[in-house]
């Protein structure tokens, strides 16, 4: 189909373009974006933007689909419903379902069952071990072909060092990404909340921030030692985002991200023991989250991802320390990294570029920009348009959220995915 989007205000972080202008879209491509129309374009439906910014589709680095084996607590449909009404156009799902993606015909058979017009491109996570047990490396290579774009563990830490070695020595050898989750299995082991005096008074079991950098320090030896890729998933402290910054100045090839949870929230927000703001890792301090958001705002930390995970309401309904871990998040993504510019004072392309242009460049993906050529993965939406976050807004299938009951600005209008209209909240015109 061919689509004229008028009026918008575009904004494209890979170039720097934040311009009035028209974006031409044609068989799954942007044909042309500025003020007419390229030689013998006609316009099949029209979207008016007025009012509106066009930007890339969102990219997120982490996001549970459920499926395969716990479809009780979100599906396939739901959650690619939730990802086009939330902007995003592209997700890495990581790999620990059930089973988990540790076989080629696991792999296969997801990307199949997302190959559907209007679903947003899935990029699976492959196992590193089998089973995530730490013990036995998986068949990289056939996963990689089978359409794994990296490798890693999820939220299961490999505790012998050994077998981690082995496994990053494999992934270097043939050029795959490792994406680990900081975090010490012994250091953590019973954990709930952050080690601090909010756990204390509360009487939660605490994970101390030196869970998050012993993991990380043993993880960025064995980068250096192999000459790997190494992506840290979910950095949630101050100090752990020095020992990244330090591996970089020494010209380690490290990556990471955070979530969006861990860039607004802080442990005083677990209240009298919200069980929506129990995640992995546990929210950290105050000082924890304003060295993020310096972070992610200086590109010390790479990329700001929504890490959704659906959770049913029994497992979530349960005494803080009982309930399991994760908050939805695909909807948010976009309202929470515009609340983070107007509170940090920085321009929507910097902003921006964090949830679309960056996350591609860790991909190695072309996508992520507007330009001839590239995928016509779009999202236009009202950055003054207010909402307030409600379980019947949600289309996830999992209700659970910290930031149920706030109000957000930043209301997505229309999702393209391929040049197909893939959510709409007004009719083409």
Avoid at 335 to 342: F, Q
């Amino acid at each position: 189909m061919r689509i004229e989007i008028r009026n918008g205000r575009v904004i494209d972080p890979a170039s720097g373009m934040d311009r009035a202008a028209n974006v031409f879209v044609a068989n799954g491509k942007i044909v042309g974006a500025g003020e007419t129309p390229p030689d013998g374009f006609t316009a099949e439906g029209v979207i008016d933007a007025s009012g509106c910014i066009v930007c890339p589709g969102l990219i997120d680095l982490s996001a549970r689909l459920r499926e395969p084996g716990f479809e009780y607590k979100a599906t396939l449909e739901s959650e690619m419903a939730a990802a086009a009404a939330g902007g995003v156009t592209r997700l890495v799902c990581p790999p620990d379902t059930d089973p988990p993606l540790d076989e080629p015909g696991l792999v296969e058979m997801l990307k199949y069952r997302a190959r559907q017009p209007g679903f947003a491109h899935v990029h699976p996570l492959g196992a590193l071990t089998v089973g995530l047990a730490g013990q036995r490396l998986t068949e990289m290579a056939e996963l990689a072909e089978a359409g794994c774009i990296a490798f890693g563990q999820a939220d299961v830490s490999v505790v012998d060092t050994k077998v981690l070695l082995r496994a990053m020595q494999y992934a270097a050898t043939f050029g795959f990404p490792v994406w680990l989750q900081a975090q010490d299995a012994h250091l953590a082991k019973g954990g709930v909340a952050h080690d601090g005096a909010i756990a204390a008074r509360l009487g939660l079991a605490g994970i101390p921030v030196v869970a998050e950098t012993v993991a990380l320090a043993t993880y960025l030896q064995l980068a250096r030692e192999t000459g790997g890729r190494l992506h840290i998933r979910r950095l949630s402290s101050a100090a752990g985002l020095e020992l990244v910054r330090a591996a970089r100045a020494d010209g380690l090839p490290v990556t990471c991200d955070i979530t969006t949870q861990h860039l607004h929230l802080c442990d005083r927000d677990i209240g009298f023991f919200n069980a929506h703001a129990r995640l992995t890792p546990p929210l950290r301090s105050a000082k924890d989250r304003a060295a993020l958001a310096l972070g992610l705002a200086d590109g010390s930390i790479d990329v700001l991802c929504s890490d959704h995970t659906p959770v049913d309401d029994d497992a979530k309904q349960l005494p803080f320390d009982e309930a399991e871990p994760g908050a939805t998040g695909l909807e948010l993504l976009l309202p929470l990294t515009l609340r983070w510019a107007s509170t940090a004072q920085l321009p929507l392309t910097t902003a921006l570029a964090r949830i679309t242009s960056d996350p591609a460049r860790i991909l190695g993906l072309d996508c992520g920009r507007i330009a001839v050529g590239a995928p016509a993965d779009l999202c236009v939406f009202d950055p003054a348009a207010r909402f307030i976050v409600s379980r019947e807004r949600l289309k996830s299938q999992g209700k659970n959220t910290p930031f149920l009951g706030q109000e957000l600005a930043g209301e997505v209008r229309y999702t393209l995915i391929d040049g197909h209209l893939a959510y709409a909240a007004e009719k083409l015109l």
